[in-house]
C-alpha cells in the first residue's frame, strides 16, 4: 500500500519521537478529543456506540489504532491486517471520506489541548500531516470495501430494511431474529464468523443507535441470523439500550435496518490443521457459523468448547447437539460455571467451573492447531494466555472482541 502523500524525514523522526508521549496522555487525548467533535458535530452521535464512550472502551480503542499507524508511520504495510479490521467495522457503520477530516481537526485541536505548551507548532503540523497520510489509507481501504460490498450479487450499499421474520428465545438471556429483506431481494453471502450492522430508532431517544451482532447461522438461507444477549444493569453499569429494545420491543413483523455483512474475523478453510474454536455467553454466535461449515468438512478435526453460567443461560444448545451428532469430526466439550441442579442431573456439561489451561489439554489433542475464540473480555483475556502459555504461535491464535478491539496483554 502506497500512501499518497511523502512524508519527509523530519516530520517521520518528529512523529516516531512523539508517539510514547502522545500515547501515555493518549486516552486523556481522546476523551478531549470526543467531546470536542460531538459538541461541534452531535450528528455523529447517530453513528458512534453510546455505550462504549460512557465505558471509555471508544477513545481507548481509537488511541490504539491511531499510535499503532503512527508508530508505523514509515511502514504502513506492517499494520494492514489492523486496517482492515477497523476498516470493516468502519464499512459496516457507514463511516464515510468526509468524516475523517472532522476527526483529524478535532484530534490535533485535543492533543494541544492535553499537552499544552509541549505540543509546539513542529509537533502539531508533523501530526496533521501524519494524520493526513493514515487517513488516506483508511478512505481507499474502506473505499474498496464499500465497493465489494454492493457488487456482491444480493448486496448493497450503506443501510437496507429488513422485516423480523421470526423471534426466537434461545435462553434465559439469548434471543435470536430471523431477519428477511423488506424488498424479497436476494441477499448477500458471507463467511463465517461476520457480522452486520443494526440500526435501531428508539422513541425518546435523540439520536439513533447502531450495534454490530454476529451472524449465527449459515450463509445461503434466505434470511440473517443474529442472536442478542440482553445486557440488563449490573451495579455501576446501566442496562443495554438496544439489547433490552431488541429483547422487550421489537417482534416479528417489524422493520430493521442493517448493513452487509462484513469482518475478518473468519474462517480459514485452507489450512490443513485441526480447528478448536473456545467461545464463552453469546460469543458463541460466530462459532455455530464457523461449527456449521466445519461439519461439511469430514476431512477437519475439529474440537468445541463452549462455556456458560449454566443450562438457562446455554443458548442454541439443542441446535449445536444436533449438528455434533450428525458430524463426524467434531468433539464437543461444555464447561459450566454454575450448573443447576437440573444441570447436574442431566450431565451434559464435562467442566464444572472455568475454562483453564490444564483441563484444555485434557480435552483438546494438541496444541498444533488453529484457535478460534470469542467471547466477554475476561474470558478471553485468560484463553489467550493461556494459549500463549501452551505454546500456541501467534499467526494461529484468532479471536473476536465484543466492541472496539483491544489488548488481550493488558
Known amino acids: 500500500m502506497t500512501a499518497t502523500k511523502i512524508l519527509s524525514q523530519e516530520t517521520i523522526s518528529i512523529i516516531k519521537s512523539t508517539v510514547p508521549v502522545l500515547a501515555e496522555h493518549g486516552e486523556a487525548i481522546t476523551k478531549r478529543f470526543y467531546q470536542m467533535m460531538f459538541e461541534n458535530h452531535p450528528e455523529l452521535l447517530h453513528i458512534f456506540n453510546h455505550a462504549n464512550q460512557k465505558q471509555g472502551k471508544q477513545p481507548k480503542a481509537l488511541a490504539n489504532s491511531v499510535y499503532a499507524a503512527a508508530a508505523h508511520i514509515d511502514n504502513l504495510e506492517a499494520i494492514i491486517p489492523v486496517v482492515k479490521q477497523i476498516a470493516h467495522k468502519h464499512r459496516s457503520l457507514n463511516v464515510k471520506a468526509e468524516h475523517y477530516p472532522i476527526v483529524g481537526k478535532h484530534l490535533l485541536l485535543a492533543i494541544k489541548d492535553v499537552l499544552g505548551d509541549a505540543a509546539t507548532d513542529d509537533i502539531i503540523n508533523a501530526w496533521a500531516d501524519a494524520y493526513g497520510v493514515i487517513a488516506d489509507v483508511f478512505i481507499s481501504v474502506e473505499k474498496e470495501m464499500y465497493n465489494d460490498a454492493e457488487q ?61 451482532y454476529s451472524l449465527s447461522d449459515v450463509s445461503g438461507k434466505g434470511y440473517y441470523r443474529i442472536s442478542i444477549k440482553r445486557e440488563d444493569a449490573r451495579g455501576d453499569i446501566p442496562a443495554g439500550i438496544v ?66 453460567i449454566n443450562g438457562n443461560h446455554h443458548a442454541l444448545k439443542e441446535e449445536v447437539a444436533t449438528v455434533v451428532s450428525e458430524s463426524t469430526n467434531i468433539n464437543y466439550f461444555l464447561a459450566y460455571e454454575q450448573p443447576t441442579e437440573e444441570d447436574r442431573t442431566a450431565q451434559i456439561y464435562q467442566k464444572e467451573g ?57
Open 243 to 308: 439489547s433490552t429494545y431488541m429483547h422487550n420491543e421489537v417482534n416479528e413483523g417489524d422493520v430493521l435496518e442493517i448493513t452487509a455483512p462484513a469482518g475478518d474475523f473468519v474462517l480459514n478453510t485452507e489450512s490443513t490443521r485441526p480447528v478448536v474454536l473456545i467461545s464463552g455467553g453469546v460469543g458463541q454466535t460466530p462459532m455455530i457459523n464457523m461449527l456449521k461449515k466445519l461439519s461439511q468438512l469430514p476431512e477437519k478435526k475439529v474440537t468445541y468448547i463452549h462455556a456458560a
Open 354 to 410: 472455568f475454562v483453564e489451561l490444564e483441563w484444555l489439554k485434557l480435552v483438546v489433542p494438541s496444541n498444533d492447531a488453529d484457535f478460534y475464540f470469542c467471547g466477554p473480555v475476561p474470558f478471553m483475556k485468560v484463553i489467550n494466555q493461556s494459549l500463549k502459555d501452551w505454546g500456541v504461535p501467534q499467526e494461529q491464535i484468532h479471536f473476536e472482541f465484543f466492541g472496539p478491539a483491544g489488548d488481550l496483554e493488558k
Open 152 to 212: 456482491k450479487e444480493g448486496g448493497w450499499k450503506e443501510f437496507r430494511p429488513f422485516t423480523v421474520a421470526k423471534k426466537v428465545k434461545e435462553s434465559d438471556v439469548i434471543t435470536s431474529f430471523y431477519l428477511k429483506p423488506l424488498d424479497g431481494e436476494e441477499i448477500s453471502e458471507f463467511l463465517p464468523g461476520q457480522y452486520i450492522s443494526v440500526k435501531v430508532i428508539i422513541e425518546g431517544e435523540e439520536y439513533n443507535h447502531i450495534r454490530q
